[in-house]
């Protein structure tokens, strides 16, 4: 977007780029290409398509249309869907649907989804995955539906529906000072582990914290740390953390500071691993964060 485009009273985000299909992303003044909502797009002039929740400067001509719908997807099975605007695009399996918007994604497997507007991740096996967050590797948890079996008499059938899924991202920033800072997926800037309500997600992260420059910071020096804890989102989008386990490894000079944190940001729910450290100090840091994911369709509070 080559003009600066005055942010509108009483919205937080502004418009930020639009690519060649007309998909228009937002910013914060912080992050960038981040979703807006029907009113916020349709507030500066565009048009919102309710069906994939994105917002569009234009429509596509015809022929651009037409190559965008076949570029590079290829599909290996039955009842399998990759709609328009996608590319580099596997599907092995049945009844798996991939959502506009999408690019590198693979799904192996059956009746798995991919959310719009995902790039660089995968499901590399199970049934009823769904993919929602960049560069994420995840393996899906089998029937929506989990039954255990009465006695056909006194005793009845208990039935509960959910997701349940394993995963697996990566996260990076760098720090400068002693600002807490949240950690973004392949250190894009802007991506962070989008939640849902009415789940409990249990996590497991390994932290590198790397000092590589600062009038106070010793190159080399690093320290390397293992977390363990669960966050409850209730359904009404209230998280609550526990950390169950938090260990140093391995350190040379200072640990820094490390917790999994909430990082909502422009209304999607998210969390992200919140680090710190000291003034002067350049780090790099990089995370290794395995997810373990019940999300049930019964409200819970």
């Known amino acids: ?10 919205l937080v985000l502004t418009p930020h780029s639009v690519d060649d299909t007309g ?26 398509n309710v069906a994939t929740g994105t917002c569009s400067a234009f429509v596509p001509k015809p022929d651009m ?9 290829k599909v290996l099975g039955v009842k399998n869907d990759i709609e328009a605007f996608s590319q580099n695009n596997l599907i092995v399996g049945t009844n ?19 959310v719009t507007g995902i790039k660089n991740s995968a499901i590399i096996g199970g049934s009823n995955g769904k993919l929602q967050r960049q560069g994420e590797i995840l393996i899906a948890g089998g029937q929506t539906q989990v039954t255990n079996l009465g006695d056909g008499g006194d005793i009845p059938d208990i039935s509960f529906n959910s997701r349940r899924q394993t995963s697996t991202l990566e996260l990076s920033c760098v720090t400068r000072d002693n600002t807490a800072t949240n950690m973004t997926i392949q250190g894009d800037g802007s991506s962070f582990i989008n939640v849902q309500n009415n789940s409990i997600i249990g996590y497991d992260i390994y932290i590198t914290r790397l ?45 820094g500071t490390c917790v999994m944190a909430d990082s909502t940001t422009g209304g999607v729910p998210s969390i992200s691993v919140n680090v710190q450290d000291r003034n002067n100090v350049q780090n790099l840091w990089s995370a290794s964060v ?8 019964t409200l819970i509070s």
């Open 1 to 10: 977007m080559s003009r600066t485009i005055t942010k509108k009273r009483g």
């Open 211 to 255: 000092e590589l420059g600062g009038t106070s910071g010793v190159n080399g020096n690093y320290s390397y740390r293992n977390i363990r804890g669960a966050v409850k989102i209730d359904r009404a989008g209230n998280m609550s953390f526990v950390v169950g386990f938090s260990r140093n490894i391995a350190k040379i000079g200072q640990n």
């Open 96 to 114: 798996n649907t991939n959502k506009s918007y999408n690019c590198n994604t693979m799904l192996l497997g059956s009746d798995h989804e991919t």
């Open 290 to 297: 395995t997810l373990h994911e019940v999300i049930s369709e």
């Open 23 to 48: 998909l228009v992303t937002f910013t914060d003044g912080t992050l960038t290409d981040l979703p807006a909502d029907q009113i916020t797009c349709e507030a500066y002039g565009y048009r919102y």
């Open 65 to 73: 249309m037409k190559a965008l719908r076949g570029r590079d997807k």
